[in-house]
């Protein structure tokens, strides 16, 4: 199949050198366009953006469980600080009638 550039010139509309001229002002007018919008940066571009969104989503919940179990540890370290201090210094009731001699 015959493109209309051949068909033109086989019917004599347009010569040779006007077929030249137009087939590099395509040419020019292609690289143009591909150098001002390159194909599929939008979509890379916006596909990285949420890329990007979801590993900072992801570090925020990954920073907030974070927080939450170091707050449980501390309370469980309080606690058991507690325990052992009034283990340590627990009275015994036994002792408790008797004074002590100076």
Excluded at 27 to 41: D, I, L, T, W
Excluded at 50 to 77: F, Y
């Amino acid at each position: 199949m015959a493109s209309l550039q051949d068909q033109l010139l086989k019917a004599g509309m347009v010569d040779k050198k006007k077929a030249k001229q137009i087939a590099q002002q395509k040419k020019k007018q292609a690289k143009q366009q591909a150098k001002q919008q390159p194909k599929g940066s939008q979509v890379i571009n916006e596909t990285r953006e949420q890329a990007q969104k979801l590993i900072e989503n992801k570090k925020a919940q990954g920073q907030a469980s974070n927080l939450v179990r170091q707050k449980e540890n501390d309370m469980k370290a309080i606690n058991a600080q507690i325990k052992q201090l009034i283990t340590l210094n627990k009275i015994s009731r036994k002792r408790r009638n008797t004074f002590p001699v100076y």
